[in-house]
């Protein structure tokens, strides 16, 4: 009597006793793959965002009236002064970023470059997901 009721409870050799290891194993491993590519994809996100809302406040700090553009050292000064602050907001991904500035036509160019931070190996995470590139055209503010 007892082989009889270790077959019907699924014990029996040659049985499917164990097959639910791994069917919840591979479960597991793809809502890890798939939880780290959300997390990556949320990280490059933030990065782009917090990029675009500190090029903005940079570039118009440099083309505010409290700036004379027709003074090129005050110029430069101004850009200076917003490169570091923008820097100072990027953090670890503002230390990398390139950044570079052109004050011509009445408007401020702010371009960065710049690297998200990752999670995944770079051979694993697409190349727009990586790469930020961000150009912010402000027009100057004229005193009246």
Do not use: K, N, Y
Not at 66 to 83: F, I, L, T
């Amino acid at each position: 009597m007892p082989i009889r009721s270790a077959r019907r409870r699924g014990f029996a050799p040659g049985g499917e006793a164990g097959t639910s290891l791994l069917g919840s194993l591979a479960a597991v491993v793809v809502v890890l793959v798939l939880l780290l590519f959300a997390v990556q994809t949320t990280t490059a996100l933030l990065a782009r965002s917090t990029v675009s809302a500190a090029g903005l406040h940079a570039a118009r700090q440099v083309a505010g009236r409290s700036v004379d553009h027709r003074d090129r050292a005050a110029v430069a000064s101004a850009e200076g002064r917003a490169e570091a602050e923008l820097r100072q907001l990027l953090g670890h991904l503002g230390e990398d970023a390139e950044i570079s500035w052109s004050v011509d036509g009445g408007a401020v160019r702010l371009r960065i470059e710049a690297s998200t931070p990752g999670l995944l190996p770079a051979a694993w995470a697409a190349g727009s997901l990586r790469r930020i590139d961000r150009t912010f055209v402000v027009r100057i503010e004229e005193l009246r």
